[in-house]
């Protein structure tokens, strides 16, 4: 079997030489003299204002749009000239608009590559319960659906476990969040991340929005006109040496801000807060609470899972079962959300701290305010050690 039909590749590593798109009838080119180097297993955000050429590059990336010229290597195989249709199929994609087919079910849906690929029933039925399980949807109740049974939320869910049917080693996603409200697009800007910790796929994602490109990108290509790239980096150091006005200009302002996207959870020293079992003798819930420098203590369940907040006062209410009495233990965060999200929980909580939890909802530990401020000096100071010892070259745009 030639490399390129293997089912199953972790990850590919992309490059895009001299690319040029010139549409026909246009003077000026789409994309001028693109070159660039995507690691694989990272996420590659292309971001720009809106007529950068960002689609079009992308595009040609699996030849939805043929370059005008120019060369596209996949793990160092020239892939300008294969057969585009079998190129495609070991290529993801994932685009705004979903492009589900809405005669089908939510399985024919997601096993259509695999159907194609000759894969026999039960296999494309295991493989379609197990992406539906990856992205978070019951197989059950979910494969003999319709797209219009479905939430936008949900279709583009579908949307990713379609791409990722045949095990590609590379994911194309055009603005697959851009139509989605900001609650739930948030919730599946993480679910992907979660996601692609365990699959560790090369992906090359486009949008306008920075602060998307921020939260997910390992690097960023910031596009202006005719996809030249501005810069191409880490978030990190777009966001603390912005190489040019116009990178500057288009991070816009609240860079700091911005910054508190850039650390996970994860890689923050959590607090740890007095709690309790719910089923704990009061008087040694008073106590524990007494020997801690906190003003409530965190009720959590027999697996650990945080229930209540309680106070001095609440736990003096004999009269009351204690999974009634204090606040719900709300606002609660997963290991891989950045500190930007805990800060927008912690504001919208009464006690003011996210409650961190691992993915069975165990708790872990706090984020606080101290947390937060902790992590900016920490920035602050990088970034000033930075510029004083590193000179941050922006990557030649071919
Ligand atoms: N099929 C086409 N024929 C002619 N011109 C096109 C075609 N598709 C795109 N263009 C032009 O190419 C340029 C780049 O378009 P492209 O869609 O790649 O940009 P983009 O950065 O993805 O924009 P947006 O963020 O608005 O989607 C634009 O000037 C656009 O008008």
Redesign the pocket.
């Known amino acids: 079997m030639p490399a390129h039909e293997q089912e199953s590749a972790t990850a590919a590593s992309i490059r895009l030489e001299s690319l040029t798109?010139r549409?026909?009838?246009?003077t000026?080119p789409?994309?001028d003299n693109l070159t660039m180097d995507i690691p694989a297993g990272e996420i590659v955000v292309?971001v720009?204002?809106?007529?950068?050429?960002?689609?079009?590059?992308?595009?040609m990336i699996n030849r939805i749009?043929e370059p005008t010229s120019g060369r596209i290597f996949i793990d160092g195989e020239d892939v300008t000239h294969v057969n585009a249709d079998q190129l495609r199929r070991r290529i993801g994609y994932v685009i705004q608009q979903i492009g589900l087919f809405p005669h089908m079910t939510i399985a024919e849906n997601i096993g259509m590559v695999p159907r194609l690929l000759g894969w026999n029933r039960t296999r494309i039925s295991e493989r379609v319960d197990e992406l539906l399980d990856l992205v978070g949807m019951e197989p059950s109740a979910y494969r003999t659906r319709y797209p219009k049974q479905l939430s936008g939320g949900q279709r583009q869910r579908v949307g990713v476990a379609r791409a990722m049917s045949a095990d590609p080693p590379l994911l194309l996603m055009?603005?697959p969040f851009g139509a989605i409200d900001p609650i739930t697009r948030e919730r599946l800007q993480n679910e992907f991340l979660r996601l692609q910790s365990n699959i560790r796929k090369t992906i090359v994602f486009?949008t306008?929005d920075i602060d998307e490109a921020i939260k997910l990108g390992d690097r960023i290509a910031i596009?202006n006109k005719?996809?030249k790239i501005a810069q191409y980096d880490t978030p990190e150091a777009i966001l603390t040496a912005p190489a040019n006005d116009f990178v500057a200009d288009f991070i816009g302002s609240g860079a700091s801000l911005k910054r508190l996207s850039l650390s996970r959870v994860r890689d923050v020293e959590l607090n740890q807060w007095a709690v309790g079992r719910l089923d704990d003798d009061r008087e040694q819930l008073r106590q524990a609470l007494m020997e801690s420098d906190h003003g409530s203590l965190l009720l959590l369940d027999g697996n650990q899972r945080p229930v209540r907040w309680v106070n001095g006062h609440d736990l003096t209410r004999s009269g009351e079962s204690l999974d009634r009495v204090g606040l719900p233990a709300t606002a609660t965060v997963e290991p891989h959300a950045t500190l930007h999200d805990a800060l927008n929980e912690m504001v919208t909580s009464r006690v003011g701290c996210a409650i961190v939890v691992d993915e069975q909802r165990r708790y872990q530990g706090i984020v606080d305010m101290r947390t937060v401020m902790r992590a900016i000096d920490e920035m602050r100071a990088s970034s000033r050690a930075r510029d004083r010892h590193a000179a941050v070259q922006p990557v030649e745009a071919g």
């Not at 549409?23 to 246009?26: E, L, M, N, R």
């Open positions: 798109k549409y026909p009838g246009q000026e789409a994309v292309l720009g204002p809106s007529g950068s050429g960002k689609t079009t590059s992308l595009k749009i055009d603005e486009v306008h596009l005719r996809s």
